[in-house]
């Protein structure tokens, strides 16, 4: 068997391509772009491409916005204090703080300071808790780029057997919640379930956000199942290898044996990448309308 291949740049260019008609209709209606707010503490090289790579899809769609970059020596408070105008700000719709954060400044401190309906991320306690009641919230962005892979994948959720390896707070646990309201049942899995394996090999469709390099094997997958390949790691080529390049990017599911087996599957790169970006810019259009909507 040969996966399909679920290509997520093209389904990015897509979901692009809705936001930028709905920001000018927005426009059209309220005589001002959305508003997208993103804040960099420190000198983190990923989290510097991130950021310039979300500021530059906003800009593309028609979405105004700032990356403020701050020192790595910024306090906690200075940190609170900037998020606290842009909460006050009302021409910011969405506010994003690029994570990882320096260790002199609290994460989940910072995270529940960003107000829950300019929570484009959706890591705000409310928007958890709206996702796991079933309820209307803005929800992280990955899980919501996932869910749109396996609808592409043509899967059909409702009573399938889904597994769910990891359990953050920004991927596996909305993840999980998303596929619940979806129908599916749904197994959460993680570095201490037992015989991780064996629960792999029960998933119709199996998504795996754990941060370790190909972790999953071909022989752990069922035939024919959907695989979401949410990680991202980076390892080391052997010497000489061609085009002289020293390392190359992978998921936590080892490609090419899984693509043999599975009836979907998400490359790495070009897979979930993009598709988080995306809904990035779903969720600030969509809290851009629920603001304005509020106020009848």
């Not at 998400?266 to 851009?288: D, H, R």
Request: glycine share 10%; hydrophobic share 45%.
């Amino acid at each position: 068997m040969s996966a399909t291949i679920l290509d997520g740049k093209k389904l990015a260019e897509s979901v692009r391509a809705e936001v930028a008609a709905g920001v000018a209709r927005f426009v059209a209606e309220h005589g001002r772009p959305p508003g997208l707010e993103v804040v960099l503490v420190g000198e983190d090289p990923a989290s510097q491409v991130y950021t310039r790579n979300k500021q530059k899809a906003s800009m593309e769609v028609g979405i105004r916005g700032e990356l403020h970059t701050l020192p790595a020596s910024t306090t906690e408070a200075e940190l609170l204090a900037l998020l606290e105008r842009l909460n006050e700000d009302d021409a910011v719709d969405g506010i994003l703080v690029q994570l990882p954060l320096p260790s002199q400044i609290q994460e989940q401190k910072v995270l529940d300071a960003i107000r829950a309906d300019k929570d484009v991320d959706g890591f705000h306690p409310v928007n958890a808790g709206l996702l796991a009641s079933g309820r209307s919230g803005l929800v992280p962005c990955t899980p919501r780029g996932c869910m749109k892979l396996i609808a592409l994948a043509g899967t059909k959720l409702e009573g399938a057997r889904a597994v769910v390896v990891g359990r953050s707070n920004i991927v596996g646990k909305p993840m999980a919640q998303l596929l619940l309201g979806a129908n599916a049942t749904v197994t959460m899995a993680h570095s201490r379930t037992k015989d991780l394996a064996a629960r792999c090999r029960e998933a119709d469709v199996l998504v795996v956000a754990v941060g370790r390099a190909e972790l999953v094997r071909g022989d752990w997958v069922k035939p024919g199942a959907t695989v979401i390949d949410v990680g991202m790691n980076r390892v080391a080529l052997p010497e000489g290898a061609p085009g002289g390049k020293t390392s190359k990017l992978v998921g936590d599911v080892a490609f090419e044996e899984a693509a043999r087996v599975a009836g979907a599957i998400t490359p790495v790169p070009g897979g979930v990448g993009p598709m988080t970006i995306a809904c990035l810019l779903e969720n600030t259009l969509l809290a851009a309308k629920q603001r304005l909507a509020k106020r009848g």
